[in-house]
């Protein structure tokens, strides 16, 4: 693929991409934001209790008029 590139190099630009990157991702935002807020020092008795605590933050996520944008406007993405 290289020798490919190198050949093609008169009309496409190679640009090397980050393997994993957290902050390019909105939901990892959102992630974040329910680790810290309906998660921290959790000792949950099992799944289901997890569950509702995601699903709470999701919830409170969803009704908030700015928050769900600023996930967006942080890795800098606007609807």
């Known amino acids: 693929m ?3 590139l190198l050949q093609q190099r008169n009309w496409i630009t ?3 991409l980050l393997p994993y ?3 390019l991702k909105p939901v990892e ?3 974040g934001n329910i680790k810290k807020q309906e998660l921290p020092n ?3 008795e099992d ?3 997890i569950e509702t605590a ?3 933050g999701m919830n ?3 009704n908030s008029a700015q928050l769900p944008f600023s996930f967006l406007k942080r890795v800098g993405l606007s609807f």
């Open 60 to 62: 409170r996520v969803r």
């Open 21 to 23: 990157g957290p902050h």
């Open 2 to 4: 290289k020798e490919y």
């Open 29 to 31: 935002m959102l992630w």
């Open 54 to 56: 995601i699903c709470g």
């Open 47 to 49: 799944f289901a209790e």
């Open 14 to 16: 190679m640009e090397r």
């Open 42 to 44: 959790r000792c949950a």
